[in-house]
């Protein structure tokens, strides 16, 4: 089955704790993205990978960091510096930039302790 | 001129009747508009999309009405049935160097007996 795994499905972070979020895709998708929804402000870009070994900012990066080391995976840290992480984290992949349908996964659900 | 405005924030229906959803942007340079479905707990799915050569396209009950020159662009759910409810985000991409989809802030639509 192809598709997109994001784990943990939820996440629960104490103060000052760096935690990561687990995505993996095996569609063969060049490019992937990182998003956060919060209720009544739709998804808002946190970061996106065109290819591996290269990511750029979106428009919410402050307080996170990603790494892109296989074209397989796509993990992100929420870092102590985001101090407001509460929030519904999606991960998503594409063959190519935005003019190409963007698969998504399930979420992961990030809770502050 | 990144945004993307999107409307209404919710939407009641009965079953069998129109739901209409409308999305404005400000960039001329956007030439991607697609739409995607999300339920509860899950990631968002492609439903349909369109570019601005054409004034409407249509997948089964699914309708995307697109008015360049006023820059808006509407989705249209014929005959409503309670399996559509669900939240619909409109979103556009295009531009140079531009390879991130901005989001509306989503509808959640339901649709009622």
């Known amino acids: 089955d192809g598709g997109i795994t994001q784990s943990p499905k939820y996440l629960f972070r104490k103060e000052g704790q760096n935690v990561t979020l687990s995505c993996e895709q095996n569609?063969?998708?060049?490019?992937m993205y990182w998003y956060r929804q919060d209720p009544g402000q739709g998804l808002r870009l946190i970061y996106y990978?065109?290819?591996?070994?290269?990511?750029q900012k979106g428009d919410i990066a402050e307080g996170y960091s990603v790494s892109r080391e296989k074209k397989e995976s796509f993990p992100l840290t929420v870092t102590s510096a985001q101090k407001n992480p509460t929030a519904f984290y999606l991960c998503?992949?594409?063959?190519?930039?935005?003019?190409?349908?963007?698969?998504f996964g399930p979420g992961t659900r990030l809770l502050v302790l | 001129q990144q945004q993307v405005k999107q409307s209404p924030q919710s939407l009641i229906v009965q079953k069998g009747g129109i739901s209409i959803i409308n999305c404005a942007y400000e960039?001329?340079?956007?030439?991607?508009f697609p739409w995607y479905q999300q339920f509860p707990g899950k990631g968002p799915a492609l439903l349909i999309a369109?570019?601005?050569?054409?004034s409407e396209k249509k997948e089964g009950r699914f309708t995307i009405s697109f008015n360049k020159s006023a820059k808006q662009f509407s989705l249209h759910i014929m005959d409503s049935q309670p399996g559509d409810s669900a939240t619909y985000f409109c979103?556009?991409?295009?531009?140079?160097?531009?390879?991130?989809?901005?989001f509306g802030t989503g509808t959640r639509l339901t649709i009622i007996p």
């Open positions: 569609l063969n998708h060049d490019a």
């Open positions: 990978s065109q290819i591996v070994n290269d990511f």
């Open positions: 369109i570019r601005p050569d054409v």
């Open positions: 998503a992949s594409s063959i190519g930039g935005a003019r190409e349908t963007q698969y």
């Open positions: 979103a556009a991409s295009g531009g140079f160097g531009n390879e991130k989809l901005t």
């Open positions: 960039n001329t340079a956007f030439d991607y």
